[in-house]
């Protein structure tokens, strides 16, 4: 079946710009997670949804960003004025359970780049 | 604070031997680990896992062997293939909590 995709996969903004970032989850998929991955670094965990609910949104590292998953399959991360610290590959990841979750399924990412 | 670190940033291995990636993780509340493979322009993808209960897991090629007391985990991935050419994160979670913690990734290159 299908996997995780994310649109864009490329994204360049310049400074002050806002941007939004799609993820489509598998479907029937309970939780998804957005994560940040700046360069040479693993991912970092921003926020947590468990079907239309946001749980978690300690990660998120500035009232700039924003998330919202409304009817629990598709999910946006926003991120207003854009800064050139939020270049990073942003990574989308959903699993079949909720809460206890083990193993992710990845998205191929957004590159964001901020000029 | 790096909770979970992956010392090697690259590893290059002759084809058809063993590969040997490390993971050091500093706190004690971790109760189950991940590795996760990534190959450029793709999303991490799940290799393997295992419980802070086990200290080993075997899955085909690849075994994860948990050392609680070092606070060390591996990857042996034998024989070594060129597929095998990827980044390899390890990862960690705590009990009751959904987030994962992340090592910088090791870099494995498999040598014809």
């Known amino acids: 079946g299908a996997g995780v995709s994310q649109s864009p996969r490329y994204k360049v903004a310049k400074r002050g710009q806002d941007v939004a970032l799609r993820c489509d989850p598998i479907?029937?998929?309970?939780?998804l997670f957005w994560y940040q991955q700046a360069l040479g670094q693993g991912p970092e965990f921003l926020t947590y949804?468990?079907?239309?609910?946001?749980?978690?949104k300690s990660g998120l590292p500035s009232d700039r960003f924003f998330a919202e998953r409304p009817e629990g399959s598709v999910s946006t991360l926003k991120i207003q004025r854009t800064q050139q610290e939020d270049s990073a590959v942003y990574l989308c990841?959903?699993?079949?359970?909720?809460?206890?979750?083990?193993?992710?399924?990845f998205g191929p990412g957004t590159r964001l780049t901020v000029t | 604070d790096q909770q979970v670190k992956q010392n090697s940033p690259s590893l290059s291995v002759q084809e058809g031997r063993i590969s040997i990636l490390n993971c050091d993780y500093t706190?004690?509340?971790?109760?189950?680990f991940l590795w996760y493979k990534k190959y450029p322009a793709e999303g991490p993808t799940f290799l393997i896992s295992?419980?802070?209960i086990k200290d080993k897991n075997e899955d085909g090629r690849f075994t994860v062997f948990l050392n609680k007391s070092a606070k060390h985990l591996s990857l042996h991935i034998v024989p070594s293939q060129p597929g095998d050419s990827a980044v390899y994160f390890c990862?960690?979670?705590?009990?009751?909590?959904?987030?994962?913690?992340w090592g910088a990734g090791t870099k494995l290159i498999i040598k014809p």
């Open positions: 295992i419980s802070s």
């Open positions: 990841a959903s699993s079949p359970r909720d809460l206890l979750v083990y193993e992710q399924y």
């Open positions: 990862a960690a979670r705590m009990n009751s909590n959904y987030q994962l913690i």
């Open positions: 706190n004690s509340m971790f109760d189950y």
């Open positions: 949804f468990q079907n239309e609910a946001q749980l978690d």
């Open positions: 479907s029937g998929h309970v939780s």
